[in-house]
């Protein structure tokens, strides 16, 4: 069975930092791309991208985060990583990590796997 599990949540004051970190454990073939995603507070927002990559490292990043947040990946560890500088209010979210992952029995084919979220609130 795999699991996607975040980590590093927590409360901060605007303009500091935050990692994160998400790990994929079980029986999996190989990992593709991974992503964080966020939900801000309120029942009607969706989830949205802010970061994501390849299992060859090539990023891409939500233009709300350029240039503040950071993802980098450690493919020997199945592990992402958000590292997370100048924070807004605006930042605040549960984060959610999703990965495509392959597992030996279903052929090779990539299925979605997302973790239980990690809290992050910014606040003075």
């Known amino acids: 069975q795999v699991q996607v599990v975040e980590s590093g949540g927590g409360l901060v004051q605007p303009g500091g930092s935050l990692k994160l970190s998400c790990a994929a454990t079980?029986?999996?073939?190989?990992?593709?791309?991974m992503a964080w995603y966020r939900q801000a507070p309120g029942k009607q927002r969706e989830r949205e991208l802010v970061a994501s990559i390849t299992s060859f490292l090539d990023p891409t990043y939500a233009h709300s985060v350029k240039g503040r947040f950071t993802i980098s990946r450690d493919n020997a560890k199945n592990t992402i990583y958000l590292q997370m500088n100048n924070l807004k209010y605006d930042d605040t979210s549960v984060y959610y990590c999703?990965?495509?992952?392959?597992?030996?029995?279903?052929?090779?084919?990539?299925?979605?796997?997302w973790g239980q979220g990690a809290q992050v609130t910014v606040s003075s």
């Open positions: 079980g029986n999996i073939f190989r990992i593709y791309d």
């Open positions: 999703k990965a495509a992952i392959a597992i030996p029995s279903n052929g090779g084919a990539p299925q979605e796997y």
